[in-house]
């Protein structure tokens, strides 16, 4: 990948845009490793559903058995594509919004290349049987522990890049991007201090491991996409953002609230855990109202722009996604939901959609506005337009289906004359459909890698004649 | 103005209450969990697991078993579990039955039936069958979804007799056998040691039992049906 990259020639003003051109190198590789791990991921996910239609589909290599499958598919997402691709989001927007090159363009790539050799080594322990046992949380100790590194590597650059900016003022986009750095550093040395290197007792290792996860997916992912939003909505929609003070209020009650959580009701931890979880859960309502009120006030009136660029189009569908999941999850938080919903698909549909809806989504639209602006180069529109198409599509037909055969399993559970199997039969059909939502977004990820990959060749190729010439 | 050290230390904070509340709330109150006994009977709960145990929870934690089985039983209240019986009568998962797992395996959803109580109602042969034939008539699981696990067994002649372990399988060649290998055999013997039927103090022996039980049962039933008890 870095072969295709172009040399990060800070000085070549001939080429792209200004402050923006000195993050090229590291930008393109991080967005291309996120998408490969991401395809990777989607691939995953792919074999794993296929295994619903057929127990036996490549049983005979213990490599690929479901679980395992299913393990890779998870790390490689969140680790491999939406920590990477954060990362080059926020570096680009601190550059972007801070008027100012990337601090060190180089040390950038090669954290990114070290991170990417953890991953890479994570997810072959994962597929080998090394797996933590800790879902979401399954590289094993030798590949986080490097993982981490490079990624508080990357976390300081950016920083930095942060701190040298020309302009003072800053910005929610700003705040949620920072804060998400910050808080995946910690979360994630807490779980490697207490769930890998010296394990706690017990269910005390289930309360960290619950936290963790929650806290990756809500607050570590959440305010990346959240940063995306407050930056592109307003931007592209050529409109300030309604109130600074209502995205201030919602951001630390989003920081207090989405912080808490994750502890199914029922857990079997001491019953004030689970209630707090579902207590902060509860009340991200209010940062969720507050957020929605202040872009909707925003775009008031100018619904129709939403639709005129892609980059805009992917931050908005992104924003639905968020408030969709978002509401999901505090609905299903309340004992009386969670009694039917746990350990359902409805959970599993909760957190596809906040992954590879929600988040996924505002990075690609992050990214086809940010990558012309770093290379001068425009991606095929045709690609854009498949890449939308394919992953809304795909997302949203395995999200409906696993939502619905969640529920149908959670009723259908609940009462015991039917048999588990019964109960199965009936989810299946939801499972089934959802592979073909599955088989979406590996087409939709396809043609987004390519259209990178095409881009970053393009740009290595024209650097190459400017040498010549 | 310049927000940064602001937000750095509010952020900071806020990551800090859910901390205590999370990691540090739970490790002062449960992290120092000693063995307790069981009631009425007074034995040792819960046991560490050694040898082919242990070595079974390697394979299930490698093999991601947890992706598909949970490993808990809820209250009436929170789930319709007791309902179903994957639990003794009245007696759901606490913190106390998984003192000595590393990791613990809780798991998040439940493709296939809750296993906490699976060592209670399955023996070892029956899981060996469900590991390499899920959908055998005996089981009476024709629609399993679970993959069945091969490499886990393997296929021999017959030389010296049929093996004792060998699986009871009539779709197979004659003069062939299928014998677990000794990882399967781990597994099984770690499913089969999943049972959360003693009562402890936590959750106490319902009222009406109490008469019958006392001293009478062994504090972990070797039978296959704790859901009648």
């Given at each position: 990948m870095n072969a295709t990259s172009t040399h990060p020639s800070n000085t070549r003003a001939d080429i792209a845009v200004g402050m923006e051109s000195s993050c090229r190198l590291p930008l393109l590789v991080l967005f291309i490793s996120a998408l490969s791990w991401l395809l990777l991921a989607t691939l995953f996910g792919l074999i794993a559903s296929l295994k619903f239609h057929m127990p036996q589909f490549l049983a005979d290599c213990p490599n690929l058995t479901y679980g395992r499958v299913v393990a890779a598919q998870t790390d490689c997402a969140l680790y491999g594509f939406a920590l990477q691709a954060g990362i080059a989001f926020v570096t680009w927007l601190f550059v972007r919004m801070g008027r100012t090159p990337v601090a060190s363009p180089l040390v950038l790539t090669i954290a990114a290349s070290f991170y990417n050799f953890a991953v890479t080594i994570g997810i072959v322990g994962v597929l080998s049987g090394d797996s933590?046992?800790?879902?979401?949380?399954?590289?094993?100790?030798?590949?986080?522990?490097?993982?981490?590194?490079?990624?508080?590597?990357?976390?300081?650059?950016?920083?930095?890049?942060?701190?040298?900016?020309?302009?003072?003022?800053?910005?929610?986009?700003?705040?949620?991007?920072?804060?998400?750095?910050?808080?995946?550093?910690?979360?994630?040395?807490?779980?490697?201090?207490?769930?890998?290197?010296?394990?706690?007792?017990?269910?005390?290792?289930?309360?960290?491991?619950?936290?963790?996860?929650?806290?990756?997916?809500?607050?570590?992912?959440?305010?990346?996409?959240?940063?995306?939003?407050?930056?592109?909505?307003p931007k592209l929609i050529g409109r300030p953002l309604f109130s600074r003070q209502l995205a201030l209020f919602a951001f630390w009650t989003l920081a207090l609230f989405g912080s808490f959580g994750g502890i199914p009701n029922g857990a079997?931890?001491?019953?004030?855990?689970?209630?707090?979880?579902?207590?902060?859960?509860?009340?991200?309502?209010?940062?969720?109202?507050?957020?929605?009120?202040?872009?909707?006030?925003?775009?008031?009136?100018?619904?129709?722009?939403?639709?005129?660029?892609?980059?805009?189009?992917?931050?908005?569908?992104?924003?639905?996604?968020?408030?969709?999941?978002?509401?999901?999850?505090?609905?299903?938080?309340?004992?009386?939901?969670?009694?039917?919903?746990?350990?359902?698909?409805?959970?599993?549909?909760?957190?596809?959609?906040?992954?590879?809806?929600?988040?996924?989504?505002?990075?690609?639209?992050?990214?086809?506005?940010?990558?012309?602006?770093?290379?001068?180069?425009?991606?095929?529109?045709?690609?854009?337009?498949?890449?939308?198409?394919?992953?809304?599509?795909?997302?949203?037909?395995?999200?409906?289906?696993?939502?619905?055969?969640?529920?149908?399993?959670?009723?259908?559970?609940?009462?015991?004359?039917?048999?588990?199997?019964?109960?199965?039969?009936?989810?299946?059909?939801?499972?089934?459909?959802?592979?073909?939502?599955?088989?979406?977004?590996?087409?939709?990820?396809?043609?987004?890698?390519?259209?990178?990959?095409?881009?970053?060749?393009r740009a290595a190729s024209r650097e190459l004649k400017i040498v010549n010439a | 103005m310049n927000f940064g050290p602001f937000v750095f230390i509010g952020v900071f904070c806020t990551m800090v209450i859910s901390w205590l509340t999370f990691v540090f709330g739970p490790q002062v109150q449960i992290g120092g969990l000693q063995q307790s006994s069981t009631v009425p009977n007074g034995d040792v709960y819960p046991v560490y697991r050694t040898g082919a145990q242990k070595h079974?929870?390697?394979?299930?934690?490698?093999?991601?078993?947890?992706?598909?089985?949970?490993?808990?039983?809820?209250?009436?209240?929170?789930?319709?579990?007791?309902?179903?019986?994957?639990?003794?009568?009245?007696?759901?998962?606490?913190?106390?039955?998984?003192?000595?797992?590393?990791?613990?395996?809780?798991?998040?959803?439940?493709?296939?039936?809750?296993?906490?109580?699976?060592?209670?109602?399955?023996?070892?042969?029956?899981?060996?069958?469900?590991?390499?034939?899920?959908?055998?008539?005996?089981?009476?699981a024709q629609n399993s979804v679970m993959p069945p696990y091969p490499f886990l067994f393997k296929k021999q002649k017959i030389t010296h007799g049929r093996s004792p372990d060998a699986l009871p399988l009539d779709n197979i060649e004659s003069g062939f056998q299928v014998v677990p290998t000794e990882d399967a055999q781990d597994l099984a013997a770690y499913v089969a040691s999943l049972r959360q039927t003693s009562y402890i103090f936590e959750v106490p022996p319902p009222p009406a039992e109490k008469p019958v039980t006392m001293h009478s049962t062994s504090a972990t039933p070797a039978s296959n049906t704790p859901a009648a008890k």
């Open positions: 933590t046992g800790f879902q979401g949380f399954e590289m094993p100790q030798y590949a986080a522990w490097t993982m981490w590194i490079s990624f508080i590597v990357m976390a300081i650059v950016a920083v930095l890049t942060y701190s040298n900016r020309d302009e003072q003022n800053t910005y929610p986009a700003q705040w949620f991007g920072f804060s998400a750095l910050f808080w995946f550093a910690w979360i994630c040395a807490t779980a490697l201090l207490l769930l890998l290197f010296k394990p706690v007792r017990g269910v005390v290792q289930s309360s960290v491991h619950w936290w963790y996860v929650h806290n990756l997916h809500s607050i570590v992912l959440g305010f990346v996409g959240l940063s995306s939003i407050f930056y592109f909505i079997p931890l001491p019953a004030w855990i689970p209630a707090m979880s579902t207590v902060g859960i509860v009340m991200t309502i209010i940062p969720v109202v507050a957020i929605v009120m202040n872009l909707w006030n925003t775009v008031r009136g100018q619904h129709q722009r939403l639709d005129s660029t892609w980059p805009l189009k992917f931050t908005y569908v992104g924003l639905m996604f968020w408030v969709i999941a978002s509401v999901q999850l505090i609905v299903g938080a309340f004992p009386t939901v969670s009694y039917l919903t746990d350990f359902t698909w409805f959970t599993v549909a909760q957190k596809n959609l906040w992954v590879y809806g929600f988040f996924a989504l505002t990075m690609f639209g992050a990214m086809y506005h940010l990558i012309p602006r770093i290379t001068g180069l425009e991606p095929s529109a045709k690609l854009v337009s498949a890449h939308f198409w394919l992953t809304f599509v795909g997302i949203l037909l395995s999200y409906i289906s696993l939502l619905v055969g969640g529920i149908a399993q959670g009723y259908l559970l609940n009462d015991a004359h039917n048999s588990f199997l019964q109960v199965l039969s009936a989810e299946l059909v939801g499972i089934r459909v959802s592979t073909l939502g599955d088989l979406l977004l590996v087409l939709g990820t396809i043609a987004g890698l390519l259209n990178i990959v095409l881009l970053a060749v | 079974g929870a390697e394979l299930y934690r490698a093999n991601n078993c947890a992706a598909c089985h949970t490993q808990q039983v809820r209250p009436a209240n929170l789930g319709p579990d007791l309902m179903r019986n994957w639990g003794a009568r009245n007696r759901y998962s606490v913190a106390e039955d998984y003192l000595y797992n590393y990791p613990v395996m809780l798991g998040t959803q439940r493709v296939g039936p809750d296993l906490a109580n699976a060592g209670a109602r399955l023996d070892e042969r029956t899981i060996l069958l469900k590991l390499y034939y899920p959908r055998h008539p005996q089981l009476r």
